[in-house]
């Protein structure tokens, strides 16, 4: 039997007090075997052995493309944009998922930018270098924006210091396309008088972490902190598309353990769908523990006690 699932779009609902929360699929990348893409200069044996302890599949590696979009007033905040017309064989459903969830790319008023990767900012533009999202204002960390857009982009902290450098003049036409619509943001800005970004470097330097925050309901979105349960239980590993791989190391333990500390409920850019769920520890080893829910489309976060935020 072939392995591959063939993903349709699709979406989670997360009704809240004020604000409404959607979990749309982009598809999926996968990029084979997973090293040297994730856990780098490790014995593959090693490895394989990980894999197996988690119930991963120890030949292939492919991780969803959640995005997430929050709904507040007559406001439609969009996360990201997926890989777009980039990969249309895998990926590349953003707007197959908007439409199933109601929204229409031309109701979208605002997009983050969590960080500049393809995809997350694919989608910005079509085949044709048309606005996908012709009414839609532009959100990135300064730092990110001047990593990618002020002289030469430095991968030499990198585990792979070249698999960086053919993304430069795509990410570079997608911000220069949207100048005029985009604000740059400070880590640790709130946006949206709803979302407290927050500084997560290593995967790319302005690279951000955000908390989406409704009176005593919360859910935090550490996108490209971790690319797979892998990455959890063996955080030290890391991965290739880490830009400063020591950071990303030293980031994804603090991330883990402060969502651990905190019991925090958290969402990913590409861990397994929906990519919600929690942190936890046995024996100084943390596990993920995804969210419950029982329905197919909606997550229900009212019946929870309050959590903590990172």
């Given at each position: ?7 349709e ?20 990348f ?62 590349g459903?953003?707007l ?39 009414n ?5 960390s ?24 053919p993304?430069i ?7 220069s ?5 985009l ?15 927050q ?24 996108v ?13 590993w ?21 969502c ?11 861990l ?32 929870e006690?309050?959590?903590k935020?990172?």
């Amino acid at each position: 039997m072939d392995h591959k699932l063939k993903r349709e779009h699709g979406f989670i609902h997360i009704p809240c007090h004020e604000l409404d929360i959607f979990i749309l699929s982009d598809g999926y990348f996968g990029v084979g075997y997973h090293q040297p893409i994730l856990a780098p200069g490790i014995p593959q044996d090693i490895v394989k052995g990980e894999l197996r302890n988690l119930y991963l599949p120890d030949s292939y590696y492919e991780a969803p493309i959640n995005v997430m979009l929050i709904k507040k007033d007559d406001r439609i905040i969009l996360i990201d944009t997926g890989e777009g017309f980039y990969d249309e064989e895998n990926a590349g459903q953003l707007l197959h998922s908007l439409n199933a969830a109601g929204f229409t790319p031309e109701s979208v008023t605002d997009i983050l930018l969590t960080h500049a990767h393809r995809d997350h900012i694919g989608g910005i533009l079509s085949q044709n270098d048309d606005n996908v999202f012709p009414n839609a204002r532009y959100y990135i960390s300064r730092k990110e924006f001047e990593f990618w857009m002020t002289g030469e982009p430095d991968f030499q902290k990198s585990k792979n210091p070249e698999g960086g450098k053919p993304g430069i003049p795509i990410v570079r036409k997608i911000l220069s396309a949207i100048n005029s619509r985009l604000t740059t943001f400070e880590m640790g800005d709130v946006l949206f008088s709803c979302i407290q970004t927050q500084a997560a470097p290593g995967h790319t330097p302005g690279h951000i972490i955000y908390t989406v925050n409704d009176g005593d309901l919360s859910i935090t979105n550490i996108v490209d902190v971790l690319h797979s349960p892998l990455l959890i239980a063996r955080p030290d590993w890391g991965t290739q598309w880490d830009i400063d791989f020591e950071t990303g190391v030293e980031t994804r333990r603090k991330v883990l353990e402060n969502c651990y500390q905190n019991r925090t409920l958290i969402c990913s850019a590409h861990l397994p769908w929906p990519g919600i769920g929690y942190i936890n520890k046995v024996n100084d080893e943390f596990h993920w523990i995804p969210k419950v829910y029982n329905h197919p489309f909606v997550i229900n976060l009212k019946t929870e006690p309050a959590i903590k935020a990172v």
